[in-house]
């Protein structure tokens, strides 16, 4: 099987999953127990007939099967509904609030696999000394710590207490920064958020690339590498790294869920209006059609990141690209 | 002038319950374009040794006493530094055939001008081009200088092995274990090459095997090592022919062979003893047929007998 | 009888070689601070922490009366403290005793009898694997309604896939190995088989897979309550910081906010350090290191 075979199937197998999360989307606000109209129209003023055209509306008198093609169609026109709260469709919500998630994300994400791979390969390079010794004690602990109490304590100290970083939000209100001087703004808004995301994401990919490492190390085709003469650096960087490596990027694509309750998380925290403070916001006004569309637009997101990590993968393993015989 | 001296060689590890004397006390010397060979049976010390020479013994090894001296240059005081220098271009390795002994994501020919580049000033494309002589040479067809080790069988991984080992034309060629794991026919194939390089590049080397028949095949000299000691060494024809000391006897006698009469087949009883406490005497007593009342107090030094040096009372 | 005695002596050994592993001593200690306060809770809480008090006492700094002072309502802190214990310990612990059971159950007969049956397990299992974990339990808790048992089921539905995953690669491992042969060979059914032959030996694996799923529930049910789905009949460490976080006095009251957040930190922490411990003793070289 070579690359393109590998690719396809790849694809597909994210296609039906794609399906598959649709299904559970429909599922879950079905199985809601209570009367998903009363649900949504919690007023009591609303007078009985006009919840039944609201069911009318919504097809819930129609059968599941009935209601469940009224889903799809509604899908396929992209159309994932109205929110409660705003009365605005929500893929414009959702749309609006993507880029600030983005920034957050794609940030804290580089600067933690970068830096947390770095410090994982030395840790296992220099397994058993004091500094491996150190980073690893250091990792488990910001990885045990929440990463909202993380946020909330940074909050307390460095916003409200030291004054250093804004109390949240994106920018500066009614500032009236342009061009350069809005990023510098932006970015001084988003230095705590993408800390608290950050921290815990070093400490997962220390002891990641560390594990990884250290098996490398002990494999024969190191002792082969020493054997020829190599200089000990390029030892570790051509044979130790690369094959290091692998399993860590196949394990980014289980831990991007992860990164997504931290952006949840630090959102709701610091106010950062992105598509993870939409989640908090709609679950305490209780919007569910929003709710609904997110957690679409997160699992959906996770299957096309996996996607298109598994085939980056495909690319670097030359057992993969290759073909094994 | 020996290549290679090796002088009553002490190399321990250092176990939370002891010191396992793993090799204690091995003398042997290789002359130049000698084949040597190196048996006993596993957990004898001989990998060990080889790895002593190279000095790719980690720790909790060490070695402890002894001197090593290559092409007259000490190994034992040498720093890691000059050691590397020395590896892969004047000393090289082969190991047994593990699994992993190759990078799987570096092509073969990249792991063989890695050696090159490392060690002589030349312009990548000769690097190249002398990856794919080093191919031929070993019976791979050049052209596959591009493929990926997962792409060889068990017995070509081996053979690019070899020619990873001998790109930069070493002088002394460890062989530890080749051929253990490769079927029969191609063990033939390897020994055949290793028979022809040895003559192609002038090269000495040193074979470790537990297998008899290899040794025979491809040896001008043999020792055989028992529980961390060398109990015979002499040259391989008149080993065979007319081995010294008993466990050699039994050794060499416990081989089946094709040809000839239908005879029992001889096992040695017992098992090696546990090198963290060796015991006082010859270490070989408890399973010797001929054992004596010295044997449990004395070791047994070397004589010589035949041309042989064994280290056994027997002997006077 | 002579498999009871084995297993107890293994049992004996490995508490032994954890009781030794440093990191494993710590864990343990920082487990038992917060056991010993949800334990003996009525005795080391002051006041019942849902009463709320009079109008000057909301938002008192720690003083003698209230130690770790109240929130805005007039609670007191400190209670709040020794009784959202249990409910942390609790919610983890049993969360993690399902998830480990379900998962195991899953993941023996998926290994097991593989073929269709565990084409069919491994999809599903990779599926929910591919959902991102905190959306989906939110989703479910927001639909579910809030409720303690309500938030067991919604945290092992999603944690249960792990656990799967790897006792049915465990499985398939231990399926080879002669002494399973061994034993169908006298007859032994199939879930005989799975049961008595093939779990014992997955059980250091579920061991350690249980203390992970401790510390992902402990993590999970802070986060739900501190978005407001937590079971609003109970206090627990998330839910303080949930009211403290709405109630927009957060920065002037320290005191309501450090304690929930420190005890979350050192029961996630324990169970960390104790879980590497596990796994450190677990691996077959580890005897060995120490000289056994």
Known sequence: MNLTGFAARKAIAAVITIFAILCVNFIIFRIAPGDPVRMMFKDPRVSAKALELQRQKFGIDKPLSGQFLAYMKQLSRGDLGISFWQKRPVTEVIAERIPATLALVLTALVIAVVLGVALGAIAGWRNGTKLDTFLLTASLTMYSIPTFALGIILLLVFAYFLSIFPLGGIATPASGFEGFEYIKDVAWHMFLPCFSIILWYIGEYVLLTRSSMMDVLGQDYIATARGKGIKEFRVLKNHALRNALLPVVTLTGINIGFAIAGVIEAETVFSWPGAGRLVYDAVVKRDYPLLQGVFLLFAVSVVLANLFIDLIYGFIDPRIKVGAK | ?316 | ?292
């Not at chain 2, 319950?17 to 010390?45: M, R, Y």
């Not at chain 2, 590896?87 to 050696?115: D, F």
């Not at chain 3, 491994?122 to 479910?140: A, E, G, S, T």
Request: proline share 5%; with cysteine.
């Open chain 2, 1 to 316: 002038m020996a290549l290679l001296e090796v002088e009553n060689l002490k190399l321990h590890f250092f176990t939370r319950q002891g010191a396992a004397k793993a090799v204690d006390g091995v003398s042997f010397n290789i002359e130049p374009n000698e084949t040597f060979g190196l048996i006993g049976e596993s957990g004898c010390g001989k990998t060990t040794t080889a790895l002593a020479i190279i000095r790719l013994i980690k720790p909790p090894g060490r070695i402890v006493y002894g001197a090593i001296r290559f092409d007259n240059k000490d190994i034992v005081s040498a720093s890691d530094e000059e050691m590397r220098l020395l590896r892969g271009k004047k000393i090289a390795i082969v190991r047994q055939e593990a699994q992993n002994a190759l990078n799987p994501v570096m092509t073969i020919g990249k792991q063989i001008i890695e050696a090159i580049l490392q060690h002589e000033n030349v312009s990548k494309e000769t690097a190249w081009t002398r990856a794919r002589n080093q191919l031929d040479l070993v019976g791979i067809n050049g052209n596959r200088v591009k493929a990926y080790p997962h792409e060889f069988s068990g017995g070509m991984k081996q053979r690019a092995m070899v020619a990873i080992a001998t790109a930069c034309n070493p002088k002394f060629l460890i062989l530890d274990e080749p051929t253990t794991g490769l079927d029969v026919i191609v063990q033939r194939q390897l020994l055949e090459l290793i028979n022809n390089l040895k003559q192609k590049l002038n090269l000495t080397a040193i074979l470790i095997s537990h297998d008899l028949s290899v040794v025979a095949e491809t040896c001008d000299k043999v020792a055989v090592m028992y529980a961390g000691k060398i109990v015979e060494q002499g040259d391989t024809v008149s080993m065979y022919q007319n081995p010294q000391h008993p466990y050699s006897q039994a050794l060499i006698g416990a081989f089946p062979s094709l040809k000839g009469e239908k005879k029992k087949l001889k096992s040695i009883p017992g098992a090696p003893p546990r090198l963290i406490l060796p015991p006082k005497g010859c270490r070989f007593e408890p399973r010797c047929d001929f054992a004596m009342k010295a044997c449990k107090s004395e070791e047994p030094l070397d004589r010589e007998k035949d041309d042989h040096v064994v280290a056994c009372h027997l002997i006077n």
């Open chain 3, 1 to 292: 009888m002579k498999k009871l005695l084995s297993l107890l002596k293994n049992v004996h050994q490995f508490f032994h070689l954890l009781v030794g592993h440093s990191m494993g001593r710590i864990g343990a200690f920082l487990i038992a601070l917060v056991l010993i306060a949800a334990v003996f809770a009525p005795y080391l809480g002051t006041v019942d922490p849902q009463a709320s008090g009079k109008r000057e006492d909301i938002l008192n700094a720690p003083s003698t009366r209230h130690w770790l002072g109240t929130d805005d309502l007039g609670r007191d802190v400190w209670s709040q403290i020794i009784f959202g214990s249990r409910v942390s310990l609790a919610i983890g612990l049993i969360t993690a005793f399902v998830t480990v059971v379900t998962g195991t159950l899953i993941g023996l007969i998926a290994g097991y009898y593989g073929g269709l049956i565990e084409e069919v397990l491994v999809r599903i299992v990779d599926f929910f694997m591919m959902l991102p974990v905190l959306p989906l339990m939110i989703i479910l808790a927001a639909v579910l309604g809030p409720n303690l048992w309500n938030i067991i089921l919604v945290i092992s539905v999603v944690s249960w896939p792990t656990t799967a995953r790897v006792v049915r690669s465990q499985v398939l491992s231990i399926k080879e190995r002669p002494f399973v042969e061994a034993a169908r060979c006298i007859g032994a059914g199939n879930v005989r088989l799975m049961f008595a032959e093939i779990m014992p030996n997955v059980l250091p694996l579920m061991f350690a897979q249980a203390v992970l799923m401790i510390t992902y529930a402990i993590y999970d049910e802070a986060i739900l309550a501190f978005l407001g789905l937590g079971d609003p009949t109970r206090i627990s460490w998330g839910s303080m910081l949930h009211f403290a976080f709405e109630s927009g006095v957060m920065a002037r009251s320290p005191w309501w906010i450090g304690p929930p957040i420190a005890g979350i930190i050192v029961l996630i922490v324990g169970f960390s350090l104790l879980g590497t411990a596990v796994t450190d003793v677990l691996t077959p070289q580890y005897k060995e290191a120490k000289g056994l």
